[in-house]
């Protein structure tokens, strides 16, 4: 069984990668392989609805001049998605929403797959970004994997969200509940993962 996550960050070790980072160790505790793919610092085409995808049949773009394929070969070939992003003015990246909108329309194989999202922002905005990521999961029959919280972690400088002692928490949370729900729908098996003691971290002290 194999997750692929996705940075959707500009920065290859930022805090977006910080924060999945996090949720790949975790999964190996679990048993569960991971790959981390960075989208990179290049433009990202938009999905521009011509439709070729579909009539060419192969389940890839026509478009075949930036890292949108090749994230879709590898999703074709795992078992699990988590896509990550940092926060720009309350949504994601844009180039992390392109490749997402491409890979959905034309057809890769994320059906029954399961999902998460997870956002990085120095304040504010990461709820909402949080729910933009996750709603096409919901349109492509992709079980959402939930966490103790929403998946969000806060850190302004690059590697700053590991000190979110409770986000942090919280990856390692997702990571275990995606674990466990895949081993039950590859093998029926599984115990209900055991959770940490809820570490709280506020904003004031």
Same mark, same amino acid.
């Given at each position: &069984?194999?997750?692929?996550l996705? /940075?959707?960050?500009?920065?290859?070790? $930022? /805090?977006?990668f910080?924060?999945?980072?996090q949720?790949?160790?975790?999964?190996?505790? /679990? *048993?569960?392989?991971s790959e981390?793919?960075?989208? $990179?610092?290049?433009? =990202?085409?938009?999905?521009?609805?011509?439709?070729?995808?579909?009539?060419? $049949?192969?389940g890839?773009?026509?478009?075949n001049?930036? =890292?949108c394929?090749?994230?879709?070969?590898?999703m074709?070939?795992?078992?699990?998605?988590?896509?990550?992003?940092?926060?720009?003015?309350g949504?994601?990246? $844009?180039?992390?929403l392109n490749v997402?909108h491409?890979? &959905?329309? #034309?057809?890769a194989?994320?059906?029954?797959?399961?999902?998460?999202?997870?956002t990085v #922002?120095?304040?504010?905005?990461?709820?909402a970004?949080?729910?933009?990521?996750? &709603?096409?999961?919901?349109m492509?029959? &992709?079980p959402?994997?939930?966490?103790?919280?929403?998946? %969000?972690s806060?850190? *302004?400088?690059e590697?700053?969200?590991?000190?979110d002692?409770?986000?942090?928490?919280?990856?390692?949370?997702?990571? /275990?509940?995606?674990?466990?729900?895949?081993t039950k %729908?590859?093998t029926?098996?599984?115990d209900?993962p055991e959770?940490?003691?809820?570490?709280?971290?506020?904003?004031?002290r």
């Amino acid at each position: &069984m194999k997750v692929l996550l996705l /940075n959707g960050s500009p920065r290859q070790k $930022g /805090n977006t990668f910080t924060a999945l980072r996090q949720i790949a160790q975790q999964l190996t505790l /679990n *048993g569960i392989d991971s790959e981390i793919v960075w989208i $990179g610092n290049k433009a =990202v085409r938009g999905c521009i609805g011509c439709g070729m995808c579909r009539q060419q $049949g192969k389940g890839l773009c026509v478009f075949n001049d930036d =890292v949108c394929n090749e994230i879709i070969s590898k999703m074709n070939q795992s078992d699990a998605l988590i896509v990550g992003s940092p926060v720009y003015y309350g949504t994601p990246s $844009g180039n992390v929403l392109n490749v997402l909108h491409r890979m &959905m329309f #034309c057809g890769a194989k994320v059906q029954n797959k399961p999902a998460a999202a997870l956002t990085v #922002c120095r304040r504010g905005g990461a709820t909402a970004a949080f729910q933009c990521l996750q &709603m096409p999961f919901q349109m492509m029959n &992709m079980p959402i994997v939930t966490s103790q919280y929403w998946n %969000i972690s806060y850190g *302004g400088a690059e590697g700053q969200t590991a000190l979110d002692t409770e986000g942090m928490q919280t990856m390692r949370t997702l990571a /275990n509940n995606m674990a466990w729900l895949l081993t039950k %729908i590859h093998t029926g098996e599984g115990d209900v993962p055991e959770r940490e003691p809820w570490a709280p971290l506020n904003y004031i002290r």
